[in-house]
Structures are given as structure tokens and as C-alpha cells.
């Protein structure tokens, strides 16, 4: 969902979609109206707020409720409209592409190995692909699909590169089809480490509520959790792959997509369903909320993710790392994302 703690990414959870008390159809904002979503929600500055008005990035590493999660939030001021914004991240390969988005693809309505027809494995994931036993192991795996890669390709022959990314693949491929028709809870839980949290837990624990929380969005917080149940009108949602670089490893991750109009505003969701390394879950939101003469509009992001290298003696210092790799990521992210959107 980076990935820099990109969107793997994924991925997004925002800020409310008005000022308190706003509801969220009272949108569009007038201009002055950022600072007032803005200010009590990240603690901004006036002068934080003046560079944003400015076209700056506004980045912020927010509290977490527990040491194993990273917070970021980011905002920048765009030259573009509603409908160009969906546009624009409905067109998900060509929105993400970056220098740290080595591969990207996105799932059909039926999920199938063709649709990962761009991904190559590196020789590190090859190599833990045929090491990888339940309680030690370099990829995030369950153990069903440990003993498959140990046993069914053919390691140390000439068809041992080929027959490992069709592995993965088809891996992939069950994982979409498994989160589609059952959720998070019908997914088997990672087996690479003792003491991992399943995936359904870590997920929900992103729900709790926080201080900084998309307040007007409850029912979009349901259906994530709750998919496939229940529906939400409006919604246009999707799964996609991508490959991205991330700390000393590239992470392959599927993310669940979805975007939702409401009142003038966009809100574009992104749902970790799987990733390879780094992360138990991740869950993040972005806003995209246009001024009153539709000049122009703000596009906030939130990102909270559960890290699993977060933990042991040197965490709080890992924890340190993690968040200015992540504040940094962010920066750049959305300064590329205002070059996409303003992009004619």
C-alpha cells in the first residue's frame, strides 16, 4: 500500500470533509475555510497555512496509539477540479508512477494471473521463497503458500527464475480472488515471524478511533472493514499490485482502491490487502476538497500504518527512522501528485 509509506500503497485515512460542525454537504469551501478544517485537526501554523496557500507542502508525523504504528499527514494546494482529480486516480498506473514504483497493475473484476503480467521477483525474494519455513522467514507468507513455493518449483534449474514469478503470480492472484469474495478475515494470516497479528485484527486496530480521524466518513470506515458486506452508494472500488521500493527490500503489495463523491468533494480510500515486507496493515484516505470558485482545491492525505519491524530493544529508534522516512516519502509524493493533477 509507500513504498516510502506511499500508497502501497497505499494507500490514506483523512480529516474530516469541513470545518466542525460542517457537514460534509455544505462543500465546496469557501477559500478560507482550509485553514479552519486545517488548523485544529494537524495543529498547523499560521505560517505552516501561509506556505500552503502558497502551493508548499504541508507534511505532519501525528501521535499513534501504540508504539507498532506511523502516522503521516500531508496536504498541498492543487490547480485542478473534482473531476480531473478522479480522473486522474482512477488512472492508477499512471497516477503512482514514480521512480519508487518499480511495477504496478491493476486487478479485473475477476482477478487472474495475467493481470500480473509486469512483476518480477528479485534474487532476495527468489532465495526466501525457497528458504521460508513458518517462523522464519524474509517474506510476509503464509505457511500454505511457504510449502508450495519450497516444493513446487524447481530450484537450482534454468526454469527456477520463470517458474518463481508464475508462482507468485498465481499466489497473488488467490489472494485478490480470496479478499473478493471473503474480506480480510477469509485471508490466511502471515506465518513468517511467531507473535504476528492476523490480518483482520491488524487492519481493524487502524479503525480505533483517534484524534485525528475522518469523523464524516463513518460509513466508509464500515464497508472497509466490513467488505464484502454491506454496500455504500457511489462507490467505485478496485484492487491493484504494485512493486515498490521501500527501505532495504522492494515490497509487492495488492491494495484495495476505492473512491466516493460526496458534496463536492472526492475521497479516494486505499486498503492494504497484502504486502510482502515491513507491513502488518495499512490503511490510508485521501481528500480532495475544491474551493467555492473552483479555481483551485486542497488534497489532504493521511496514512496509518502498522510496521512490523517496530518492535525489540532498538524500536523507539526504528520507530524515529520510519516516520522521517515516511515524512520525507510524503513530501515528495505530494509535490508529484500537484505536477499530475495541475498536468494539462
Known sequence: MTRVLIVPAAALFLIAAGPAGVPPG??????????????????????????????????KTLDSPDGHEVTSFGAIRVACSAATFTTRVRDIERFKASEYVLQIGRFGAAPAADDLSGLTLDVTDREAMRACRPGSCGLRLPATAMEHFRTAIPWGTPDETAAAAAAMRQFLTGEAKTYLSRGSPGLPDYADRAGTTPRAAAFRLLLRPVEFRAESQPELFRWLDEFPGGAIDGADSFLYWSREKFGLKPTISISHAVLVQRGGAVIFGSKQVFASHYFESSLGMALFVPVADGSHGYVTYLNRSRVDTLRGLLAPIARLVAAKRARDGLERMLSGVKVKLEKT
Do not use: M
Open 26 to 59: 455544505a462543500l465546496p469551501l469557501a477559500p478560507a475555510d482550509a485553514a479552519a478544517v486545517l488548523r485544529p485537526y494537524v495543529r498547523a501554523t499560521d505560517a505552516e497555512l501561509r506556505r500552503l496557500d502558497r502551493g508548499g507542502v504541508l507534511t
